[in-house]
């Protein structure tokens, strides 16, 4: 059972922590390259300030953004912002988020995100840490996937692995961390099964994008090709 309550504790640490890294750059690191593809680091950060916006419109039952290419082009106007003004939409962003959660609420309900896909509301605030926690990782700025906190880690694990369970094109794999703990994903025939193993970080950034899967031992075929994000 999500504890939404815990989660968004999680996410004001996550915020600060960002924060408080990212106010050593200056104006020109902002229109640096992030390490995601065709994205500066003002555009990971405003994303986070629109994401914020967004998860907010959800919680209230409306729309999570008026359409995709008005949340594109919110993103590409702001990108270049200078820095402070940057850090004060993350912070102002982040709070007006804080205090939508604040509201009574019956967090069992089903709420509506982007395309369509339905979740519990009691998810959201995990969905929010997962923004922040890996889009800190995507600026580049010192602050890697083993960084983050295993809880987080272990969550986000759980979470892609669903996500990525019963698809058609993503090959039935068996997945453990140097702990020991498991999990399985894919819609592939269990026959054929592909067994993928490594640290817990290097399953996370394999499943979310963030790292090829050199660092992971595979046995059983290729290391399945996931689907983006």
Do not use: C, K
């Not at 959660?101 to 998810?123: F, H, I, K, Q």
Request: proline share 6%; no cysteine; aromatic share 4%.
């Amino acid at each position: 059972m999500m504890d939404h309550a815990h989660d968004l504790g999680a996410v004001r640490e996550a915020t600060a922590r960002l924060l408080d890294a990212a106010v050593t750059l200056d104006n020109a690191a902002v229109t640096e390259p992030s390490r995601l593809p065709g994205w500066s680091r003002g555009h990971v950060l405003t994303h986070l300030s629109r994401n914020a916006d967004a998860l907010g419109n959800v919680l209230r039952g409306l729309p999570m953004y008026a359409s995709s290419e008005m949340r594109d082009a919110d993103i590409a106007a702001g990108a270049r912002r200078p820095l402070a003004e940057q850090l004060a939409d993350v912070r102002e962003s982040a709070d007006r988020l804080f205090a939508v959660a604040a509201e009574p609420a019956d967090w069992t309900r089903t709420v509506v995100l982007r395309n369509g896909v339905t979740d519990s509301a009691a998810r959201i605030p995990f969905r929010r840490w997962i923004e922040v926690a890996v889009h800190h990782v995507d600026l580049g700025i010192g602050h890697e996937l083993e960084d983050l906190p295993g809880e987080f880690v272990e969550r986000e694990i759980a979470f892609l692995t669903e996500r990525f369970s019963g698809h058609p094109d993503v090959a039935a794999t068996a997945l453990t961390d140097e702990d020991g703990r498991t999990w399985s994903t894919g819609g592939g025939p269990r026959s054929a099964l592909v067994t993928v193993q490594g640290p817990a970080a290097e399953l996370m950034g394999w499943l979310a994008g963030r790292r090829d899967g050199s660092a992971l031992t595979v046995a059983g075929g290729a290391l399945p090709a996931l689907p983006p994000l």
